[in-house]
């Protein structure tokens, strides 16, 4: 059958996309699953990665990749300065309050974009997605395997930092007791600004490496933001690795459904399954349920 | 003559942990029955099973003779079966008044009926000289007779009570026990409360069910359960039972 | 009685509203009013399942193209008189909103937002798709509702749809249906407790609040004369219908109206600097709303004078003497 022979491409472009996939997934998880702030911005940070590393590509001809190290801090200072200013006052409010100003905030990044930019497609060209490399009878866009594996490692990264180091365990304990770690000494407001801007970062680095392989226009996050939330809600609430991996699955998912459904309607699974979940397993696919 | 409230073999486990185990009791049309026991020991999650809140892995609850498991916590409601929370929640954003109208719509479409009956209600656990202020304004103590006052505007044969006098000083506890003196002045007959306040307990209650770890240890009169080592070692400790 | 002292402001200003276009003949002005009654209709539809129920739903565009689908569709494809694509695209919302309501309802907190969002996406999504009964992102021509230049006509249709979602909004303030969808916004496991069927009245408030985006949708669809997914399916029409209520005040019967004429003069206002900015400053009101006014323009000030009325009333004594129970 014709379309089974798609499988194997699909199966592998599925693959190298979830791990861009795993990162935004990530980095919400941090946010939400950790944190419980519900951001519905997430996208819109996205879509400022993208734009950052497309001025940093045009204007400074500086390398995508490379890029990554001025996107990724610029973000971070962001995020930590829209903790600080406007998330913070949010961060007990109900859930209802926290996700009509994070879209509001979505709005101001995105129509923003629009004023600077327009509403215009744009595209990054590098060498790396002009290359193709085939393996048996699958086709890879060198690209995607670059921004694959050094999402992998920002992943492992992050995990790693999140169970070692100090940091990430004041954040553990933050996120489980606000008033026990702050009765243990730890600068809970820095800790939350932290986790934002490293939220932030993280969204913005997933854009970054989405820059050589996707279209850029100013609603681009909106669906990536949705989808990010389907990943957290796979992976099992308050699990960072879980929302990887629900990452990886959700990618998996659309390029395996693409060859049945059709291109134009790809987005659409990854919304049904988030429904889907909700609806008939709630603890995630990976996730324990947690009290 | 057939009970108000019947439960039979009542037990609920959550994942792993059982919470109520084969627990049966009844309470009779016009008595007070109260349910105590260490913190822990599943009172409030009875009370959960019997409004409906949670669905009970085995057994049976029978209202008014009707066996109501499948029914869902509105349904109870209006058969009757009333109850209260042990975390008060007047709905902050209503004032006294309009709060208690809430649960005497569940007896009247007219705004204008339910209006008088929650004055009536009102004025019975002597609130009504706030009626339009804001929940949000309440003590705690009034916050307890408004969370009673909506209850008991829903015209209930039988009332659940969780916990309605925790948190309250001992001159509260006292216009509690007066206000809960005169529930059948309302038409209501029957009361179970799950209470951690000895005196309410001794003095109101006909008959006492004790729960420890989620199985009844002890049923009888006040005098009766108190005395009894079983209980007595669930509150205190065993040494101090087995030197009793 | 002074319900009827109540019923004549109110009244008195639907009078006004519908007098408008006899000494008004400005096109651009009435275009303006046009935009204003369309969000205040859509707003108060809004706000009978966001505000009074505090469902905040915000997938609503998925009612609001339904009604415009629906009109486009069988007045091209079948060839139907439009008042009739109208009246079904009514009809349709009902079992649309029933069926949206059976999923969503089942989920908790966030979660019943994104998922209203996750389905009015897929709706657009199969829009785009299913070219052969829409046309996909081409769009569709629709017919004129009412033949001559003048705009009069439209504004007199928009104008009873507004002042009838105003008037069902009001209405459902002062019954049973008030308190019990207010008892379900501030605690529905309470009002469980004390007998209201929450998911009926849930599904009866949605229902309710679909019918009347489909006819503005409806209406919408023949004013532009032209459709498709990106204008009356997509994200930022739900938003705004979220917006208009909030920033005007959730949970009363006129925030809605002031908050459409506050957003649109808005964007006429900047309109002339920039071109499409006005989701930009929707957005920063939004911000500030939540920030500092999360009542909103009306319901800050009703909260206010409540607070007020009431504790004058205790000081007194009095408890007859405060004459409207407002929600």
Redesign the interface.
Known sequence: MELLAQLPQNLVSGLLLGGMYALIGAGLALVYGVMDIVNMAHGAFLMVGMYTTYLLVTHLGIDPYVGILITAPVLFLMGMLIQRLVIHRVATASHMNQILLTVGLSMVLVNTAQLLFTADYRQVRTSYAETVIRIGGVAMNLAYIISFAVAVAITVALYWYLMKSEFGRALRATAQDLHAAQLMGIDVQRVQMTAFGLGMALAGAAGALLTPVYYLYPTVGENFGLKAFTMVVLGGMGSVVGAALGGVTLALAESMGQIFVGHELKDAIGFIVFVLVLLLRPQGLFGRARA | MAPLLEVRNLTKTFGGLCAVRNVSFSVQKGEVLSIIGPNGAGKTTVFNLISGFHSPTEGEIRFKGEVINRLKPYQRALRGLGRTFQIVKPFPGLSILENVMVGAFARTNSVAQAREDAMRILAFVGLEGRAHLLASTLTLAGRKRLEVARALATKPDLILLDEVSAGLNPTEVEEMIGLLRRLADLGVSSVAGVEHVMQVVMTLSDRVVVLNHGEMIAEGTPQEVVNYPAVVAAYLGGEVASRA | MSRVREIVPPLLLAVIVLSVPLFLKNPYWLNVLILVLVWTALGSAWNIVGGYAGQ?S?GHSAFFGLGAYTLAITATHLGWNPWLGIALGMVLAVPLSLFIGS?TF??R???F???T???A??LR??A??WRSVTNGAVGIMVPFLFQGVSRAPYYWFIAVVAIVAVGITWWIE???VG??L??IR??Q??????????TGYKNLALVISAVLAAATGAFYASYLSYIEPDIVLS?PVS?QM?IVA?IGGRGTVFGPAVGATLLVFASELFRAQ?K??H??I??????AA??FL?GGVLGTLQ?RL??R???R??LT?S?FG?RK?A?
Do not use: C, W
Not at chain 3, 189 to 198: F, H, K, L, R, Y
Not at chain 3, 282 to 287: A, E, I, K, N
């Open positions: 905040l915000l999923i089942r989920l907190g966030p979660y937002v994104l998922g969002l996750a389905i996406e897929v999504l199969v785009l798709a002062r019954h049973k308190y019990y207010t008892a501030e605690d496991e309470t009002a469980e407790s004390i007998g209201i069927n929450t994200e938003l979220a909030i920039f499409q900015a989701l930009l929707y957005g920063l009101l939004l911000m939540i920030l999360p909260q409540k607070a009325r009431a504790a009333a205790a004594g408890t405060v129970e929600s």
